[in-house]
């Protein structure tokens, strides 16, 4: 029965936003076989100097929500986000980390040279507001265990998006690159475990909730999912631009 909710009640609210996973020509582009290694590489040093901006916050959001669900009387779910909670902790360190190291590795070898300080302090994009904004909203919102369907389609990103993106990175960029990517490998390993959980989470939610407040779980789901679309486009486009100074400086 929990998985006939999540497939009548979910699904069809996220089905748009999975779709555009799969079908953007942004995206296609970033794993195209025959992409520049620059541009892969550009795109990397963007996603993780702005991911930190995005990643640092997550552990108290879901514990946060962990405990506001508690209080709204859902126990199980709420302990288990704030179980949860404790295993994202210090996760954007990693990212601060590899940022450096394929900054390094970029300088080592173009003449345009990169500051890694200076990236991981770039003005945040609207979809990096955004990305803060839906997770403090649905903190304060009537259903704060919609951090559940939040957690679902990020974490799912790891098992359906980041794989390809790491046999990208080794095919076109290299192992020197690869080694240097700690964050999105280790979450392309603990982000199975975590989305059956998060799968598991679910179900018990939607189990619960009435038809009104399940609307609000799956639609704050999609929301998250399509503003982390939007947050990918950016760091694409950062990416081309730095392309562009690139063959400038040349």
């Not at 996603?47 to 995005?54: D, H, I, K, L, P």
């Not at 954007?92 to 190291?101: I, Q, S, T």
């Not at 609307?215 to 503003?227: F, N, S, V």
């Not at 694409?236 to 392309?243: D, N, S, T």
């Amino acid at each position: 029965m929990s998985k006939q909710l999540v497939e009548q009640k979910y699904v069809p609210h996220v089905a748009a936003a999975r779709e555009r996973l799969k079908t953007s020509p942004a995206l296609q582009k970033l794993l195209d076989p025959k992409a520049d290694p620059a541009f892969v590489e550009a795109f990397l040093i963007q996603y993780n100097s702005r991911g930190v901006f995005m990643t640092e916050p997550v552990d108290g959001w879901i514990r946060r929500a962990g405990e506001a669900t508690v209080r709204a009387g859902m126990k199980e779910v709420g302990e288990k986000l704030i179980t949860h909670a404790k295993h994202e902790e210090g996760h954007h360190l990693m990212m601060v980390e590899d940022a450096k190291g394929l900054v390094e590795s970029w300088n080592s070898k173009n003449t345009e040279k990169l500051d890694a300080s200076a990236l991981l302090k770039q003005t945040p994009t609207q979809s990096m507001v955004d990305y803060r904004r839906i997770h403090e909203d649905t903190i304060a919102g009537p259903v704060p265990a919609a951090q559940v369907a939040i957690e679902y389609e990020i974490e799912n990103l790891s098992v359906v998006f980041v794989p390809g993106l790491l046999e990208q990175a080794q095919r076109v960029c290299g192992e020197g690159v690869l080694r240097k990517m700690s964050f999105l490998k280790e979450h392309a390993e603990l982000d199975v475990g975590h989305t059956a959980l998060n799968e598991v989470m679910l179900n018990k939610l939607l189990e619960q909730v009435s038809d009104d407040k399940a609307e609000i779980i799956a639609k704050t789901g999609a929301e998250a999912l399509d503003i982390y679309l939007r947050f990918l486009g950016d760091c694409i486009e950062q990416a081309q631009g730095m392309l562009k100074a690139k063959v400038a400086a040349a």
